[in-house]
C-alpha cells in the first residue's frame, strides 16, 4: 500500500529541512572563518594548510554519507539525524578553544559529520510521502543546502561585529560557540517534533550494497559530484575569486557568494516539481546544458594585453633629424605617429586592475599608438621600421555580467540536485537511504576534491578562470552520458 501524505508528513518535511539547514551552514563555516582569521593575522596558515581546512569538513561528510543512509534505514531517521546534530556540535565547540592548525584540522574532521546528515534526511523523507511526489518532496528538502548561503550572508558580517570590526580578533572564538548551541537547540525540537520510521522491508547489509554494483548509480553519483559538488565547491571558492579578481572585501565577496548558494536552495523544491512532471532525464540534459553555455562566456580570463600593431617604414633612405612622441622627421619627410602610451615591451599579459574599472564594459576594448624606435642622427634604409605599433586589448569580464552567469549555473545546479535525487526514487524506492547515501558520496567528494584541483589549475596556469574550464570538460561528460542512459522500463516518455 502506498504511503499516505498527513499533517504528520509536513511536519517531519519540515523539521528534515530545518535540520538538513544548520547542518550544512556548519558545514562550510570553514570558508569564512579560516579566510577571516588567515586575512586578519590570527593564524599564519600556508595556502596548503588553508586548503585542507576548507576540505576536511566536506571529506569526513561526504565519507559518512554512505554509512549514515545505511544505518537510517536500519534504525530510522529520528534517531539518526539528531545523533548527527549532538556529534557535531561538540567538535563544533571546543573549535572556540583551538590554538594550532593540528587541533583546528582534527576538530573540522570532527564537525564535517554535519554533512552526512543529508542521506539521513533524504532516506528519512522519501518513507513520509508516495513515489509520485518523491521529486518534489525530496526537492524541498534539498532547499536545506540554503545554508550555505546563510553562512555566506551572516557569518562575515558577524566576524566583524563580534571582533569589534578588528579591534578584539580573539573574539571570533564566540562564531563557534553560537553555531554548536544551534545545533544542540534545533537536535531537541527535532526530537520533540518527529516520530521514527524505518523501511518495513528487512535487508542485510550484503543486500543493501548489492545495487552500489550497478554503473547506473555511479552514473547518477558522477552527476552530482557535479551539481551538489561543484555547487559546495564554488560555495567557498568563489569568496577567494571575488576577493582576488575583483578586489571586494571579504564581506562583499560574502554578499556575492550568497547571491550564487542562495537561489540553488531556493529553485532546488521547483526543481524536483519538475522532475516530478516531465522526468528528470529531460531536466538534468536541460541542466547540463544550460551550465555549459554559461561556463563557455566564463572561460575569458579578466586581463590587459599588450601586442604588435603596425608600424611606421622609412619611404626612403636618410638620416634621422629629430625624433618626438608625434612625429619622426628623416631628411625632408615627416613621419606621423599615434599618441604614444603604454610600456616599451613588445607582447606582453598583465592581469591586474584597469583604469575603467567602475566603468561597465562589454565586450574588449582595443587602442592602439605606435612607439619610435631609432634615433636622432642615426641613418635608416629604405624600409626600415622606424616606429613600432602596439595594440593594447582590455577585457574587464565585468563583475556584474559574470555574477549573472554564476547566478544562472546556480540555479541549474539547484534543479539539477534535486532530478537526480528523482532518478534515485524511481530506480531504488526501497534502497534510497543506502543508493543516495553513495551518491551523496560522490557529489560530496567533488565538493572537497573542486578546490583543491581549482587551485592547482590556478597554480599551474595563472588563470582564475581555468576552474571554470574544468568544470565545463565535466558536465560535458555527464551530458555525454546521460545521451547514453537506457529508458527506464515502462517510464513511457520520461526516460532514466
Sequence with gaps: MEQQVTATSHRILFLNTLAFMVCFAVWVINGVLVTFLVNNGVFKWSPIEIGWLLGAPILVGSVFRLPVGMLTDKFGGKWIMASVLFFSAVPMFFLSQAHSFTSFLLLSLGFGIAGASFSAGVAYTSLWYPTKNQGTVLGIFGAGTMGAALTTLFAPSGLTMLTGNGTDLEAWRTLPKICAALLVIVGIIFLLGTQNKKPQESKTIIQRLAPLKEIRVWRFGLYYSFVFGGFVALSQWLIPYYVNVYSMSIVTAGFMATAFSLPTGLIRAGGGWLADKVGPRIVLLWVF????????????????????????????????????????????????????????????????????????????????????????????????????????????????????????????????????????????????????????????????????????????????????????????????????????????????
Design 289 to 496: 546544458g544550460v551550465c555549459l553555455v554559461c561556463l563557455f562566456f566564463l572561460f575569458i580570463p579578466r586581463m590587459e594585453i599588450q601586442a604588435p600593431g603596425q608600424g611606421i617604414m622609412a619611404s626612403k633612405p636618410g638620416i634621422v633629424s629629430s625624433v618626438s612622441d608625434h612625429e619622426i622627421i628623416i631628411t625632408d619627410d615627416k613621419y606621423i605617429l599615434q599618441t604614444k602610451s603604454g610600456d616599451s615591451s613588445e607582447v606582453s599579459i598583465r592581469f591586474g586592475i584597469h583604469q575603467d574599472e567602475e566603468s561597465f564594459l562589454f565586450l574588449p576594448t582595443t587602442t592602439f599608438h605606435q612607439e619610435a624606435i631609432v634615433k636622432a642622427g642615426e641613418k635608416v634604409g629604405k624600409g626600415q621600421l622606424l616606429a613600432k605599433g602596439v595594440t593594447h586589448i582590455y577585457f574587464q569580464a565585468n563583475k556584474w555580467i559574470f555574477s549573472g552567469l554564476i547566478f544562472i549555473i546556480g540555479m541549474m545546479m539547484g534543479i539539477g540536485g534535486a532530478a537526480v535525487f528523482k532518478h534515485i526514487s524511481d530506480f531504488y524506492p526501497t534502497s534510497i537511504g543506502t543508493v543516495g547515501g553513495i551518491v551523496g558520496v560522490l557529489g560530496g567528494l567533488g565538493g572537497f576534491i573542486g578546490p583543491i584541483l581549482f587551485g592547482y589549475l590556478l597554480n599551474a596556469t595563472g588563470v582564475w578562470t581555468s576552474s571554470w574550464m574544468f568544470l565545463a570538460a565535466l558536465v560535458t561528460i555527464c551530458i555525454v552520458l546521460q545521451r547514453l542512459a537506457k529508458p527506464l522500463a515502462g517510464e513511457g516518455p520520461r526516460l532514466n
